[in-house]
């Protein structure tokens, strides 16, 4: 009888622990089109660890163990006035602000004494970058619990000296 108790509480802790490995973040957002129109939009990730499956946007991907990570590019147009990012619009848009479970990511046109690469600020988390390439990536890091943390690349920090 006391190893079937201990089993039970075992398997108890087992499937509680379970639970704790699935995640589903929808990821909300804004587009924001050069010609001003303004469209909501969806791209959020989910894990289901029992039945190995990885949501990213509206598909799901049977994986053997949740990713490291995902990456998104963003790509600016040839004359820098706008962006194109495959996994929020089909086209190029003018900026977007994406809310991310706890993450809020935004790109926003904003004009500075000193010019900067497209007029943009790509916001992460209430903190401001500048495009120093035409080419950027927003990497997502994933643990069982859902995001650790997003990385930028292809920016520099605003240090407050383009006012």
């Not at 006391?2 to 622990?17: D, E, H, M």
């Not at 660890?49 to 049977?62: E, L, P, T």
């Not at 003018?94 to 046109?109: I, P, Y």
């Amino acid at each position: 009888m006391k190893y079937i108790t201990k089993l039970a509480y075992l398997l108890t802790f087992l499937s509680a622990s379970h639970a704790w490995a699935d995640f589903d973040i929808p990821g909300a957002g804004q587009l924001t089109y050069p010609t001003g129109i303004e469209k909501e939009f969806s791209f959020g990730f989910g894990w289901q660890s029992g039945a190995q499956k990885f949501r990213i946007g509206d598909r799901s991907y049977d994986m053997a163990q949740l990713p490291e990570s995902y990456s998104i590019a963003i790509t600016l147009s040839k004359d820098d006035s706008k962006v194109w990012v495959q996994e929020f619009n089909p086209g190029f848009i003018e900026g977007f602000s994406w809310q991310l479970g706890d993450h809020k990511l935004e790109l926003v046109k904003k004009r500075f004494k000193s010019p900067v690469k497209g007029d943009y600020v790509l916001r992460l988390n209430d903190i401001d970058y500048f495009l120093v390439r035409n080419n950027l990536s927003v990497t997502i890091k994933f643990t069982e619990q859902g995001i650790d943390n997003i990385k930028l690349d292809g920016v520099t920090k605003n240090m407050g000296t383009k006012q």
